[in-house]
């Protein structure tokens, strides 16, 4: 079991927990991973899910979860996503912190992600736990959208790194 705070339990992830994990997703993201592919990530070696309970109600719902796979000395999140009345109530930064725990524990080296250049609370927070700006995409995001470009409006994917070895 992971961290507690007021108003969520980290926790590993289980397969009935990717129904509602699936549908934060599509919440959160306009072109959003099916529940099978969440299913088949999770099964692939390195790869660890958590989610965020709701300490209330009973039933403890998945308010969030981030997906991020080890390689090597390093980890890359593959993505994070909570619901929408769980947002800026810490869940988030909840999940980043058990994830930076584990892989410190891991003796992990560095922590990777994209995020894209407009998603300015998420670059807040990610900045916030030590993250920095090490790259960028351009044309990666289609505006608004957090997915590939395919049209001609886009956005650029920063590429974040934390360093694990200070």
């Not at 959003?32 to 958590?50: C, F, H, N, P, Q």
């Not at 969030?64 to 009345?85: D, N, Q, S």
Request: with cysteine.
């Amino acid at each position: 079991m992971g961290g507690t705070r007021p108003g969520f339990n980290i926790d590993d992830a289980t397969p009935q927990d990717l129904p509602t994990c699936g549908d934060i997703h599509r919440e959160s993201f306009t072109q959003a991973w099916e529940d099978g592919t969440l299913a088949t990530m999770l099964k692939t070696k390195g790869t660890v899910a958590l989610v965020a309970r709701a300490r209330k109600p009973a039933g403890h719902p998945v308010r969030g979860f981030l997906m991020y796979r080890v390689a090597g000395p390093e980890a890359e999140i593959l993505t994070i996503a909570t619901a929408r009345k769980a947002r800026r109530h810490g869940a988030g930064r909840m999940l980043l912190e058990e994830m930076i725990r584990r892989c410190l524990a891991d003796r992990l080296q560095e922590i990777f992600l994209e995020v894209d250049s407009g998603n300015e609370a998420a670059i807040r927070l990610y900045r916030s736990l030590g993250f920095a700006k090490v790259g960028e995409r351009e044309g990666y995001y289609r505006q608004g959208g957090n997915e590939p470009a395919e049209d001609g409006k886009t956005g650029n994917a920063l590429i974040m790194r934390l360093d694990l070895t200070d």
